[in-house]
């Protein structure tokens, strides 16, 4: 019988506030790696591109 697992991976931002919500991405900086989900990525991408100097490449979301 063959039997599919299925893992399940939790947006560390969320986390931190009590929510589990489905991570989409992964943050991978240095030694640091941090699960997101859609919002708190592009939150993080936004953020990045800014200290980056590239914010014309990205269009500002909610
Ligand atoms: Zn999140």
């Not at 929510?19 to 900086?29: G, N, Q």
């Not at 240095?30 to 936004?46: M, S, T």
Request: aromatic residues 4%; hydrophobic residues 40%; charged residues 30%.
């Amino acid at each position: 019988m063959a039997r599919t697992v299925i893992e399940k991976v939790d947006c560390d931002a969320c986390l931190k506030k009590g929510e589990e919500v489905d991570a989409v991405m992964k943050l991978i900086i240095g030694p640091d790696e941090y699960d997101l989900c859609e919002r708190h990525g592009e939150k993080f991408r936004a953020l990045l591109a800014e200290a980056l100097g590239t914010t014309t490449a990205i269009t500002q979301s909610a």
